[in-house]
């Protein structure tokens, strides 16, 4: 029997419909799981350990003295990661163990710029061991920071002024030490990218390393290269600009960066057995609701702050379970720059505010604001993203490029000097180290940054707006090991000098890629780390609208030169 036309009709007015609902479900659904907490997908190199033990015996040579403190005959049951299978590799751990200490902990082979052959060669020739290890390193000062362990390894040299024209570098204007850092990782964080994969080939170095690309992003110069299967970057920390005798320039950093990888050399590291990657996973969260924690949901900044009018960044992601950075709740995350007291990030205030409770509000909201750090609304949940906030910073994971790189956070509360101050009082509260690690920081910096290298980690946490005097007085410097909950500090407003910025903490999270480190949203990881210092479970709360002011959006103009190592 046929179907009339208005029947079909209706039929398919149905099925379109159903399937719009059965659409629509799957889109809540997609949603829901979407704001899921979830642990971070890694991926895991898998190491050729006898390319490099063929790189070794090549780079001491085969008919050279010290090569007979080597045996290169692999086991006849050769197993790529059982050491024995390596002799020559144990060999080389034995010796350099003495020079670079807990070599055998890095799971990858040990790449930095000593020449092994010439040490080797002496030690035969009986050249006496007092002599200066600096000698074997190209000009780059002996090591600063050593960091091997199951992840594989870091390290950071650096090389003294006036030794450019000693190594056969171009002349600098920069007039201070230079610090080249390198990592080499069996773990590569799996993260959404859009610059991945650029940069430029080294023509000079393409017979050494064929497939490495230089990139300049988020204020570093960076060498990226592959070998023995592992993923390899050399950065310095540099600005897009020209030369200044207080600023390098990347273009100065660069012929230094070379120079350091020309010179790298396999000088030890261990094989383990091989591991599987390491898949996303739902988050542990305590059960138990909290009766107050309230936060806003990840990549909702507050509206009008993001550089240009772009919007924040959504990421789920707990990229560890850390130590909450603060030593004590209640604690709040939220903006530091368009809140109370804030500077709305040299975008002009109106009307401009002349004393303490004078209102006030940034050029780019209607938000209405009061020139007092000790507002109630800064010390309040909830909690606010503001990863992608505008600042001069560059960070891959922002719209545009540009962004604030962490999360602001400030303490529990606003003491004061005295009844008509509209600023905190700062250093009264703890600021602790997030996990077991090593301290990557020279004397006078302000960031002073966490490295964590485990069999499932490799990641960094920086924090920013300590007192430089203080932390150098501490012995937050290069190297020191410390354990999760130790106290590095107290929060303070250091920012170029005493007073520079409100009283909170600057807290990021980097993570290893085959691009480098890169910056990701640390505001889920810090949701979760807060849930577990409270031991309850917060509340996500909408997003709160705020009116627009008429106009475009303000057009922020990015000044890397300004922008060379803190974050507001």
Known sequence: MGVSFTAAGHLRNRAVKLIAGVL?????????????????????????????????????GPDSAAASRFNFTPQRRFRPYDPRSLPAIVQLNGVTATLFTGISRSTVPVLLPFD???????????????????????????????????????ALFTLEPGKDAAEGLPPRTFTKPVEVQITGSLLTYDINDPQAGKGEPVKALAAQYPDLRRTVREGFVRYAFTRFGVPYVVSIQCLDSKPRAKRLACREASPIAERFIKSLRIVGGKPSRPRGYLASQPAERPATPSPDFTYRPSGAILPGTGYRGQPGHADFTVYSQIRFPLQGAPAYANSQSFLNWGDCFHRGRVPRPTGKGASYRCKSSDKKLVLDETAGENYAYPWQDNFCEARDFNVGQCAQGYGHQGQDIRPASCPQRHGNADRCEP???????????????????????????????????????????????????????????????????????????????????????????????????????????????????AAEPVEMPAGPPPDDVAKPEEAVEGSE
């Not at 092994?116 to 002996?142: C, K, M, N």
């Not at 250093?427 to 020279?442: E, I, K, Q």
Request: hydrophobic letters at 40%; zero cysteines; a neutral charge.
């Open 116 to 154: 092994t052959a010439a040490y080797f060669a002496d030690r035969a020739r009986g050249v006496p061991e007092s002599l200066s290890i600096g000698h074997y390193q190209s000009g780059f000062r002996t090591l600063d920071l050593f960091d091997p362990g199951p992840a594989g390894y870091s």
């Open 427 to 541: 250093n009264h509260f703890g600021v602790v180290a997030v996990r077991d690690g090593v301290l990557l920081r020279s004397p006078k910096q302000q960031a002073a940054t966490l490295l964590v290298n485990t069999s499932a980690e490799h990641i960094r946490f920086r924090y920013m707006h300590m007192n430089p005097s203080m932390m150098d007085a501490d012995g937050v410097l290069h190297g020191r090991r410390v354990n999760e909950g130790e106290r590095l500090g107290l929060v303070s407003n250091y920012q170029d000098y005493p007073g520079g910025t409100t009283t909170h903490l600057h807290f990021d999270v980097q993570v290893f890629t085959r691009e480098g480190w890169l910056w990701v949203n640390p505001y889920v990881t810090l949701i979760a780390s807060y849930e577990r210092l409270l031991g309850q479970r917060g509340r996500e709360v």
């Open 24 to 60: 629509l479900s799957a889109a809540v659904l997609a949603s829901a799981d979407a704001s899921e907490f979830r642990t971070a997908a890694v991926s895991v190199a898998r190491v050729d350990w006898r390319a490099a033990a063929e790189q070794l015996k090549a780079e001491i």
